[in-house]
């Protein structure tokens, strides 16, 4: 993927709760294929904060179906200075610097596949979810569904109606089930729990979801706490890691202390251009590689995205955080650049 | 051999006698299909399981402790002991009575005894049980010996359209509704007894007739058998009062009858307005098989079913009755029970194909298509290059 950034109209913003909103694009007809997603993507927003580019990514929260609109759905976080921005800044007309869908935490339907899919969704982690659920829903006719979605309150459910609707319409194949940690004595709203999503709390809802259809999938969008008391519940059971999924949302991430790291001198495939260039000691890939005058994609800075991936082809990297690759992927050699330090003083590497 | 117009079998006297037939299919078609394992409910709990044959293949599913179904094949990785006998339940391991080589519930081998005396540096790891493929499909258990066997949606999707349209899983199994019968006929003579529309309005002309004969739809989706015909009109007409089951949910009104499809290789459903059971044909030998019989009736209450029965007893009394009345102990014709019927009937057709005077017969144009084309069907199969 290029490293190219379109200026994007918002068509409209729709308010879900006090504190997240619905932003939609106008995608014009020539960008259409630029931006068509897979559910579960997301894109990137670029911001100049004070004179600085700062960019995040956000979860596409539709389906790429029915005409349906590019839209995110970010809700505000105090020291998310661009969620922040998108929640009490942005209005219907402003244009926004988006880079186009990427990630590979996405749902590809299988129409001729009857499969369970579990999803385990904590707050803003919603966004990939029902975008994955409502493309399975459609497309996936056989395929049963199972929703646990984690929130403080009722009023923060984000969707809250849109997951009524469909598991009204989709009454044999979709069930939802909500906890709430702080949830209202005067709220009308009845949860299956209250509490969080913990590691005993996961195991009770798998044993009382079971799977017809044997082709299980789990698909895992929470703050980082929820994420790894839900795969430890899985690895607990022995569901095979290949039938897990994951993204980080909404903070809470253990970030690994800083790793270490040699100079070094690093052959760079910039998509098909041959550059070299120093790295220093301490210094990420990508701040090397930025620091040359270059400008490859990235995103969040924090190992979640993926937007910064690139393919080792000799040497070594340690990484501080990874969450955005598979296993499988790593022993290929997928590195997160960001989060990438040199760990042999010769490395080659390439973006593609 | 006499020829008619209508169309003669397609298949040789052979393929109902021959061990070598037996041995083909056995190793093209039964042992590369997808295979009726059970009910959906037989396994329940982490770490029951059951085993069953499969062709040439013995297959055992496992519930790990993740809830879902593991198939492998019951064959132990060291001298090839089978592991697991009928069905159980067993605690986190596999341990096999041979020499207690012990795997997971994930297949791994996890226990050799004495293995450093014994097995100096085996790698545990490329020992573990064969995976073989599982799902469960309208409320029942299927395995395929293939572990990247095709989709059971792409094995029977296409024949979905032309099934009852209710959920089976829905409905519970009754105990009266099980039998097992050992039937002295080859499997395909059975195949072809139950797919044969000829045969209904004559050899059932007093047991079948709460269905109407003349509007049966019929055909092959793929290698399976689909089946559908209407309830009689006098049935139809009050069937929420004379039924003699409660009725089963979510069937419209001018749908209301029978779906009968005969999945292949020898897997008959009877899904019809007020029960739904399997009939399920193992081959044993070239002129013999197992058929095991299983019911499910709509949930509802003991007195549900008692009501229906009173309500209705009047009625079936006159319709219902024995083609003979020489009474069943001498004659089967007489027992007034179909199943009764078609096991006579399969049985003296196997019988004469010993005779050195059996030849084919002209075979019917609509009634007994469904023969010719099943025939094909096992014809491409066994004649199929790998």
């Known amino acids: 993927m290029r490293n190219i950034v379109y200026s994007l109209r918002v068509s409209e913003i729709i308010t879900e709760t006090k504190h997240a909103k619905t932003i939609r694009f106008d995608v014009p007809a020539e960008l259409k294929e630029e931006f068509f997603w897979k559910p579960g993507q997301h894109i990137t927003i670029e911001l100049d904060?004070?004179?600085?580019?700062?960019?995040?990514?956000?979860?596409?929260?539709?389906?790429?179906?029915?005409?349906?609109?590019?839209?995110?759905?970010?809700?505000?976080?105090?020291?998310?200075?661009?969620?922040?921005?998108?929640?009490?800044?942005?209005?219907?007309?402003?244009?926004?610097?988006?880079?186009?869908?990427?990630?590979?935490?996405?749902?590809?339907?299988?129409?001729?596949?009857?499969?369970?899919?579990?999803?385990?969704?904590?707050?803003?982690?919603?966004?990939?979810?029902?975008?994955m659920?409502?493309?399975?829903?459609?497309?996936?006719?056989?395929?049963?569904?199972?929703?646990?979605?984690?929130?403080?309150?009722?009023?923060?459910?984000?969707?809250?109606?849109?997951?009524?609707?469909?598991?009204?319409?989709?009454?044999?194949q979709l069930e939802v089930r909500h906890i709430l940690s702080k949830p209202s004595l005067w709220s009308m709203f009845s949860p299956w729990k209250s509490g969080r999503i913990t590691k005993d709390v996961a195991l009770e809802y798998l044993s009382e979801c079971r799977p017809v259809a044997q082709d299980t999938q789990y698909f895992i969008c929470g703050p980082g706490t929820m994420n790894a008391d839900v795969r430890e519940a899985l690895r607990n059971c022995d569901v095979p890691t290949d039938r897990i999924h994951a993204e980080s949302f909404g903070g809470n991430l253990d970030m690994p202390k800083d790793v270490a790291s040699v100079p070094a001198l690093l052959k760079l495939d910039y998509y098909g251009e041959a550059i070299e260039l120093e790295v220093a000691k301490g210094q990420s890939i990508m701040n090397a590689v930025r620091a040359a005058g270059l400008e490859p994609p990235y995103s969040c800075q924090s190992g979640i995205c993926g937007t910064c991936r690139a393919q080792i082809k000799s040497g070594a990297v340690n990484m501080k955080a990874r969450m955005a690759l598979e296993d499988s992927e790593v022993a290929k050699g997928a590195i997160l650049t960001c989060q990438s330090y040199a760990k042999t003083a010769e490395l080659s590497i390439s973006f593609k | 051999m006499s020829t008619h117009s209508n169309g003669m079998p397609v298949l040789p006297k052979e393929a109902y006698t021959s061990q070598e037939w037996f041995d083909r299919e056995q190793a093209e078609i039964f042992s590369k299909t997808w295979s009726l394992a059970g009910f959906q409910e037989d396994i329940t709990e982490p770490g029951q399981y059951i085993s069953v044959q499969a062709g040439l293949n013995n297959i055992f599913i496992v519930m790990g402790r993740d809830h879902r179904l593991r198939a492998f094949h019951n064959i132990c990785r060291h001298r090839g002991t089978q592991l697991l006998r009928a069905e159980g339940k067993t605690q986190k391991a596999i341990t096999c009575p041979y020499h207690d080589w012990t795997y997971d519930l994930k297949g791994n081998l996890i226990s050799v005894p004495e293995q450093e005396k014994e097995f100096p540096g085996i790698d545990l790891?490329?020992?573990?049980?064969?995976?073989?493929?599982?799902?469960?499909?309208?409320?029942?258990?299927?395995?395929?010996?293939?572990?990247?066997?095709?989709?059971?949606?792409?094995?029977?999707?296409?024949?979905?359209p032309y099934l009852a349209p209710y959920d089976p899983a829905g409905l519970i199994e009754t105990e009266e509704g099980y039998s097992k019968h050992e039937i002295k006929a080859n499997w395909k003579i059975i195949v072809e007894n139950y797919i044969d529309g000829y045969h209904l309005s004559h050899l059932h002309s007093h047991t079948l007739n709460m269905y109407d004969h003349s509007k049966i739809e019929c055909e092959f989706i793929g290698p399976h058998f689909a089946f559908w015909e209407?309830?009689?009109?006098?049935?139809?007409?009050?069937?929420?009062?004379?039924?003699?089951?409660?009725?089963?949910?979510?069937?419209?009104?001018?749908?209301?009858?029978?779906?009968?499809?005969?999945?292949?290789?020898?897997?008959?459903?009877?899904?019809?307005?007020?029960?739904?059971?399997?009939f399920h044909i193992t081959p044993i030998a070239p002129d013999r098989s197992m058929v095991e019989i299983r019911t499910r009736v709509a949930n509802e209450s003991t007195w549900a079913f008692t009501k229906a029965a009173m309500a209705s007893a009047s009625l079936w009394d006159k319709h219902l009755g024995a083609k003979f009345n020489a009474g069943p102990k001498v004659d089967p014709m007489s027992s007034g029970d179909f199943m009764q019927e078609d096991i006579y009937a399969c049985e003296q057709q196997q019988k004469s194909l010993q005779s050195p005077f059996f030849e084919h017969g002209p075979s019917s144009k609509h009634g007994e298509k469904p023969v010719r084309d099943h025939q094909r069907v096992v014809a491409e199969w066994v004649e199929r290059k790998p």
């Not at chain 1, 998310?80 to 935490?105: A, D, E, R, Y």
């Open chain 1, 49 to 131: 904060v004070n004179g600085e580019r700062v960019r995040r990514p956000f979860t596409i929260s539709a389906t790429p179906s029915h005409g349906n609109a590019l839209q995110i759905t970010v809700k505000s976080n105090p020291d998310g200075i661009v969620s922040k921005f998108l929640c009490t800044k942005v209005k219907v007309g402003h244009q926004l610097n988006v880079m186009p869908p990427f990630g590979g935490f996405t749902l590809e339907p299988l129409k001729d596949r009857q499969r369970t899919l579990y999803f385990f969704a904590g707050g803003s982690g919603i966004t990939p979810a029902v975008a």
């Open chain 1, 133 to 172: 659920i409502e493309a399975a829903l459609e497309r996936e006719p056989r395929s049963k569904l199972f929703l646990l979605y984690a929130n403080r309150t009722a009023d923060d459910i984000i969707f809250k109606e849109q997951l009524e609707l469909l598991a009204e319409r989709f009454p044999s």
């Open chain 2, 125 to 160: 790891s490329c020992n573990g049980l064969k995976k073989a493929s599982v799902d469960i499909w309208r409320g029942m258990l299927w395995v395929h010996p293939d572990e990247n066997a095709p989709s059971i949606i792409n094995w029977f999707g296409e024949v979905e």
């Open chain 2, 230 to 278: 209407p309830l009689a009109d006098f049935y139809a007409a009050e069937v929420e009062k004379v039924t003699p089951m409660p009725l089963i949910p979510g069937i419209p009104k001018d749908k209301m009858g029978a779906w009968v499809p005969m999945l292949f290789p020898g897997i008959g459903l009877g899904e019809s307005e007020n029960s739904w059971s399997t």
